[in-house]
């Protein structure tokens, strides 16, 4: 069974950078043809996707958050990582690292939930 657990800080302050890291068990991130997707669930509103690191080390972004946004990873630790910078207030959202095969979206985090404010 894979298990995806995200980590970081749940306050950010606006323009800082918000990163968070999510943690693979039960599985690698460099199994072929699996995915590594960010997406995050604004309060009220409905799921936005806003990238993937494929098994290859490909990434591959949301176009409107891709001035922004940056999808890493550590295989040594079977992690993976997302960057945002310039945050702002809107950015506020619970935040899911999941894994995705094909067009499904298959083992999620419990997410965690982030908030910009100074």
């Known amino acids: 069974q894979v298990q995806l657990q995200e980590s970081g800080p749940g306050l950010v302050k606006p323009s800082q950078t918000l990163s968070l890291t999510c943690t693979v068990s039960g599985g690698s991130i460099t199994t072929i043809n699996y995915g590594w997707s960010w997406i995050r669930q604004f309060p009220g509103k409905g799921l936005e996707w806003m990238g993937v690191i494929g098994y290859d080390g490909s990434t591959y972004y949301s176009p409107s958050l891709k001035s922004r946004t940056s999808i890493s990873r550590d295989t040594s630790k079977n992690q993976f990582s997302l960057q945002l910078s310039s945050v702002t207030s809107e950015d506020t959202a619970v935040y899911y690292c999941?894994?995705?095969?094909?067009?499904?979206?298959?083992?999620w985090g419990q997410g965690t939930q982030v908030t910009v404010s100074s």
């Open positions: 999941t894994s995705v095969v094909g067009a499904k979206y298959d083992y």
